[in-house]
């Protein structure tokens, strides 16, 4: 049974059972936007009632398989995807050198291969219809690292990466996308951060500072995950969305300061890198 109409947007958002997902689809349902909630503990959207524009879907983004079926009972459900939010995700402290194989592979399984899994279950339908707009789950974290995030920034950047080159494949079919970096947010996930099996003593000046320091923050350092859910929606609802959406001004200043070191180390170096033109 198809329920949608064209005028109101259907929703397909992942980690939707915590912080900025579940924000989202609380969002979405009261502006009377057809939702599908994706989570591995979907009994987590329980408080938000029973509504008959909500469609729980219980799917790890890790199981390709269950992510494509995911996406079919949306279909069949409400008729069409307008907005995908790729935004399952977690992160990892430690030291590059700290986390294990084992813990490295799991955060990209996740966070890179995961939103790989919804772009090749989704798009076909995006194609289908000409028409939708990705959200991509990134961060600050996307365009600069502090010590100990060294393995989330590296999904981030994948995150970035790909999605630089996906937005001029798909432009062409009517289909935008939208990088979305949130500063520091108050959600659950800092407390969901997986830690590297091991520490040295000799990251203590460095990864264990920034840890402190992050912990040490006021409450007030964080952006309120209602106005980060608003945030997306204003660039979803605008003519012309932006590639990459800011929010929080903290997050921006320090993108800023990495993006402007960046320009200046090109041209602190521009006669080496001009040297080996022929
Ligand atoms: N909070 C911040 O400070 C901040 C800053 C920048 C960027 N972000 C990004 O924002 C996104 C959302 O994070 P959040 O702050 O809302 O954190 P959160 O409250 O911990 O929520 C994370 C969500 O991801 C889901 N998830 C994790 N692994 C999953 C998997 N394998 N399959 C399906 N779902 C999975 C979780 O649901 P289940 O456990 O039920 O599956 C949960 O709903 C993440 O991509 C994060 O990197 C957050």
């Not at 108050?186 to 040295?200: E, I, K, Q, R, Y």
């Not at 912990?215 to 980060?228: C, T």
């Not at 932006?242 to 090109?266: D, F, H, K, T, V």
């Amino acid at each position: 049974m198809t329920t949608s109409v064209n005028t109101s947007p259907v929703w397909f958002v992942t980690g939707a059972s915590s912080g900025i997902g579940r924000e989202l689809v609380r969002h979405a349902l009261e502006a009377g936007e057809a939702v599908a909630a994706v989570a591995r503990r979907t009994a987590a959207l329980d408080e938000l009632g029973e509504h008959d524009q909500l469609l729980r879907i219980d799917a790890d983004v890790r199981d390709e398989a269950a992510v494509r079926t995911a996406v079919e009972q949306t279909v069949a459900r409400f008729g069409r995807i307008d907005v995908v939010a790729n935004n399952a995700g977690y992160g990892l402290f430690g030291a590059v050198e700290e986390a294990d194989d084992a813990q490295a592979r799991a955060i990209f399984d996740t966070n890179v291969f995961g939103v790989l899994n919804v772009l090749r279950a989704t798009l076909p339908v995006l194609r289908g219809q000409r028409s939708g707009h990705i959200l991509q789950g990134s961060s600050y974290y996307g365009q600069t690292a502090d010590p100990g995030v060294g393995l989330l920034a590296a999904t981030k950047y994948a995150v970035e990466g790909l999605t630089d080159a996906l937005v001029a494949e798909v432009a062409p079919l009517g289909i935008k996308v939208t990088l979305v970096q949130p500063a520091l947010t108050a959600t659950p996930f800092l407390g969901n951060l997986d830690a590297a099996s091991v520490t040295h003593a000799d990251y203590d000046q460095t990864v264990r500072a920034v840890q402190q320091a992050i912990g040490a923050l006021p409450g007030s350092a964080f952006s309120g995950v209602d106005r980060v859910a608003a945030g997306i929606r204003a660039a979803v609802a605008g003519d012309n969305p932006p590639l990459r959406l800011a929010l929080g001004a903290a997050g921006a200043e320090a993108m800023r300061s990495a993006l402007n070191a960046r320009i200046a180390e090109l041209d602190e170096w521009a006669a080496v890198t001009q040297a080996v033109d022929a």
